[in-house]
Nanobody
Framework: QVQLVESGGRLVQAGGSLRLSCAAS????????MGWFRQALGKEREFVSV???????????DIADSGKGRFTAWRDNARNTMYLQMNNLKPEDTAVYYC????????????????WGQGTQVTVSS
């Protein structure tokens, strides 16, 4: 059974940092795209980042404009885990953050990933 389990979300003050983790099990995702989405209360789910396999041992991380300069995403295939480092957090970053995985990065970015986690709550206080 494939599972994606997020962790690391909590309450943090504005300007603080958090590192989210997404641990995958049930299969290896080394050649798949893995990414993060978030959904704030009353809003639609939005794309945050994707780490795409580009061949061999190479990956490319893309960050949505909302997180550029503040967020960094990477993956550790030995641990089948993906990370999202979030710095200089703002109240508008408050949301449930979801991990996703799909063989296609295009499919993932469009929000149609085959695999999803249950989410972890990030709350940024002002």
């Amino acid at each position: 059974q494939v599972q994606l389990v997020e962790s690391g979300g909590r309450l943090v003050q504005a300007g603080g940092s958090l590192r989210l983790s997404c641990a995958a099990s049930g299969r290896t995702f080394s050649s798949d795209a893995m990414g993060w989405f978030r959904q704030a209360l009353g809003k639609e789910r939005e794309f945050v980042s994707v780490v795409s396999w580009t061949g061999g041992n190479s990956y490319r991380a893309d960050i949505a404009d909302s997180g550029k300069g503040r967020f960094t995403a990477w993956r550790d295939n030995a641990r089948n885990t993906m990370y999202l480092q979030m710095n200089n957090l703002k109240p508008e970053d408050t949301a449930v953050y979801y991990c996703a995985a799909d063989p296609s990065s295009n499919t993932l970015v469009r929000g149609k990933a085959a695999y999803w986690g249950q989410g972890t709550q990030v709350t940024v206080s002002s």
